[in-house]
């Protein structure tokens, strides 16, 4: 139902300048996430969601060069600009993102699951995919094999790049079904698994998911005890009442361009704040 609503408001932004729909909505800094850019779908997520070709990436960035400039997170300034990321730490981040984005200097942020890193051990989505491809594959053979996950040596050479690295728990639950313990533990030990191994200075986590259903408890106590900077939503544009708890538009969604889906996620702001509703409440 809410694919239907948002496919069918996306229509209209055909009529709307992209300009108008940023100063309208008050909203300068946006925050588009990809998991994944290929043209040979890999059979670990070729069942689970829309997969970017490259040149539909490359028109995305074109979209986004157009009227927003590419910035590190946190840079203070306040000019329309977009700040980048990537979920799940795939190595197709090192052998085809990467260069994309280095050509364009694009900077970005890396989020990676410290379970997964190395290849040595896998999301559990992957194997109900890999499953459905062949249900006979051995997923501990596909990931000596297929080395599906970024290497910390992969991760170094990012970070020397200037690429940013952040968490993105242990190993992928959905934070709305675990205990609150389990939550902090989880947000706790993958972060410190970046600074320890990588060096990373800033503590930032984007929830595996999704951050709905997590309780102010949880972000009470991460902030309070500074086991984290900043953390990551996935709902779009909005606001959250935790002001560090930013939200993030996941561009692969619904499969359409990202002039498109940024467009209508800007619209339906614009549509919610004029009845109070673009703000995510706990
Ligand atoms: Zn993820």
Redesign the pocket.
């Known amino acids: 139902m809410k694919g239907f609503i948002f496919k069918a408001s996306s229509i209209f932004t055909c009529f709307i300048p992209t300009k108008l729909l940023i100063k309208l909505s008050g909203k300068k800094i946006i925050y588009p996430f990809y ?1 994944i850019i290929s043209d040979n779908p890999p059979p670990h997520i070729k069942h689970l969601y829309p997969i970017r070709s490259v040149k539909q990436f490359e028109k995305d960035l074109d979209f986004l060069q157009k009227y927003f400039t590419a910035s590190e997170f946190d840079s203070g300034n306040n000019k329309p600009q977009f700040i980048l990321s990537f ?2 730490g795939l190595s197709e981040v090192y052998d085809i993102v990467a260069p994309i984005l280095k050509r364009r200097n694009i900077p970005a942020i890396f ?1 990676v ?1 410290s379970a997964f890193v190395d290849n040595k051990d896998i ?1 559990k989505n992957y194997i109900f995919s890999l499953k459905q491809e062949n249900p006979e594959t051995d997923y501990k053979k596909y990931l000596t094999n297929k080395k599906p996950y970024l290497t910390s040596e992969q991760i170094f050479e990012l970070i020397n790049e200037g690429f940013k690295i952040g968490a ?1 728990s242990i190993n ?1 639950p959905l934070f709305s079904e675990i205990s609150e313990a389990e939550q902090i533990k989880q947000t706790k030990e993958s972060i410190d698994f970046i600074c320890k191994k990588f060096g990373e200075k800033q503590k930032l986590f ?1 929830f ?2 999704t951050d709905d259903g997590v309780t102010d408890v949880f972000f009470n106590t991460v902030f309070e005890n500074k086991i984290v900077d900043y953390t990551f939503g996935t709902a779009g544009i909005k606001d959250d009442i935790f002001e560090r708890n930013i939200q993030r538009i996941p561009i692969e969604k619904y499969g359409l361009s990202a002039k498109r889906h940024i467009k209508t996620e800007y619209l339906l702001y614009i549509i919610k704040k004029l009845f109070g509703k673009h703000v995510v409440k706990r």
């Open positions: 998991h979920d799940d989020f699951n999301f993105h992928h984007a595996p998911f």
